[in-house]
């Protein structure tokens, strides 16, 4: 079984940061991507950022120069870093990969989501 694990989320003043943890563990293969993406309530699921196996990494306008994706030192392990928090950034944030296991079937994983919220 494969599955992606999040943390980090929570409620921080406007112009505050946080930062997301996600790892990926199980029976798996390859995994070329990492990603970060984020529903707000009555809105559909954006992506926020993601990062390539070879590290090219692209973000949503709304946050380029504000978040950061970063590889972990840990195996399939990625960040985002938020800094310069906004109200208008408050959703719950997926953490996404598409996986093969060594089973060699595909999954587009999706974890269950940490809510961010940005209040004063």
């Not at 991507?33 to 590290?55: F, I, S």
């Not at 590889?71 to 953490?95: F, H, I, W």
Request: hydrophobic content about 35%; glycine content about 10%; aromatic content about 10%.
């Amino acid at each position: 079984q494969v599955q992606l694990v999040e943390s980090g989320g929570g409620l921080v003043q406007p112009g505050g940061s946080l930062r997301l943890s996600c790892a990926a563990s199980g029976s798996i293969f390859n995994i070329n991507a990492m990603g970060w993406y984020r529903q707000a309530p009555g809105k559909e699921r954006e992506l926020v950022a993601r990062l390539t196996k070879g590290d090219n990494s692209n973000y949503a306008d709304s946050v380029k120069g504000r978040f950061t994706i970063s590889r972990g030192n840990a195996k399939n392990t990625v960040y985002l870093q938020m800094n310069s928090l906004k109200p208008e950034d408050t959703a719950v944030y997926y953490c996404n990969a598409p996986v093969t296991t060594l089973k060699f079937e595909y999954f587009e994983l999706w974890g269950r989501g940490t809510l961010v919220t940005v209040s004063s």
